[in-house]
C-alpha cells in the first residue's frame, strides 16, 4: 500500500514565523503535490513538483515555497506565515504508471493554526 | 482553465440509492474521478472513467458522458459510513499529471 506521511497533524505558529511541513512518501512517485483545503472551497493546489528539484506553481503559490531535495520528501514552506494561512494542508502524490495514471494518494493532513 | 460543478450537501437515508451529480469544463479532458473523504480524514481515492459509460466497484458506480460533460457517482445500499463528502476531480491538460478538485458534496446518511 501506498504510504504518505506528514510530519504533524497539528501544528500552532504566531505570526511572522518561519514554517516548514514535510512530506513523505514510500512508493517510488515522481510526483507530488501540496493543496490546502478550506471549507466550501475544496482542495486547491499550492505546488507541484514531477520530479527531484522541480516545482511548479499552481493555482495559489502566493505565500508559500517548496523544496524537492529527494523523491521521496517534498516540504511546503511558509516564509512568514499569516493569519489568513491557517488551514488544513494536504501532500498528496502520484506516478503516470500503473493501471490509473495519475491517482492520487494523500497524506492525513496536517491542520495549521496561525495566531 | 476548469471548473467542476457539484452540489454542496446531500442527504439520504440509509439503504437507500444516492446519485452525486458532476458537471465540468475543461480544455483538455483525460478523465474523472471521485474521492471520498471522512471527518478528519484524507480523501481516498474512489473510482475513474475516462471513456463513456458505467464503471462498477461494490455498491459503488460511477458514469461518464463526454459529450455533456458530465458525471455521476452512484452509492447503493447507503450505510451509516458513507457519511462524508466526496469530491470529482478532472485531469489537467496544462500539466498532464495534476488534478483539478471540484468544491466536494457532504453527504449524510440518516437512519
Known amino acids: 500500500d501506498v504510504k504518505v506521511t506528514q510530519s504533524s497533524r497539528y501544528l500552532v505558529k504566531r505570526t511572522g514565523e518561519k514554517v516548514f511541513l514535510e512530506c513523505v512518501q514510500d512508493?517510488?512517485?515522481?510526483?507530488m503535490f501540496w493543496y490546502r483545503q478550506d471549507p466550501g472551497l475544496g482542495l486547491r493546489l499550492i505546488y507541484f513538483?514531477?520530479?527531484?528539484?522541480?516545482?511548479e506553481k499552481g493555482d495559489i503559490p502566493e505565500g508559500y515555497s517548496v523544496s524537492r531535495e529527494k523523491k521521496e520528501r517534498f516540504s511546503l514552506i511558509l516564509e512568514s506565515a499569516s493569519t489568513n494561512q491557517t488551514s488544513m494542508y494536504l501532500c498528496?502524490?502520484?506516478?503516470?504508471?500503473?493501471?490509473?495514471?495519475?491517482?492520487?494518494?494523500f497524506g492525513p493532513g496536517t491542520r495549521l493554526t496561525v495566531l | 482553465g476548469q471548473s467542476l460543478e457539484q452540489p454542496s450537501e446531500v442527504t439520504a437515508v440509509e439503504g437507500a440509492i444516492v446519485q452525486i451529480n458532476c458537471t465540468y469544463q475543461?480544455?483538455?479532458?483525460?478523465?474523472l474521478s471521485w474521492y471520498q473523504q471522512h471527518d478528519g480524514g484524507a480523501p481516498t481515492f474512489l473510482s475513474y472513467?475516462?471513456?463513456?459509460g458505467l464503471e462498477e466497484t461494490g455498491r459503488f458506480s460511477s458514469f461518464l458522458s463526454r459529450s455533456d460533460s458530465y458525471g455521476y457517482l452512484l452509492l447503493q445500499e447507503l450505510q451509516m459510513k458513507d457519511s462524508a463528502s466526496y469530491f470529482c476531480?478532472?485531469?489537467?491538460?496544462?500539466?498532464?499529471?495534476?488534478?483539478?478538485f471540484g468544491t466536494g458534496t457532504r453527504l449524510t446518511v440518516i437512519p
Open positions: 475543461t480544455s483538455g479532458f483525460y478523465g
Open positions: 513538483s514531477y520530479d527531484v528539484k522541480m516545482k
Open positions: 476531480a478532472v485531469r489537467d491538460q496544462t500539466g498532464a499529471n495534476n488534478l483539478f
Open positions: 472513467n475516462a471513456l463513456d
Open positions: 512508493m517510488d512517485h515522481e510526483n
Open positions: 498528496a502524490s502520484s506516478t503516470r504508471q500503473g493501471p490509473i495514471p495519475d491517482t492520487q494518494y
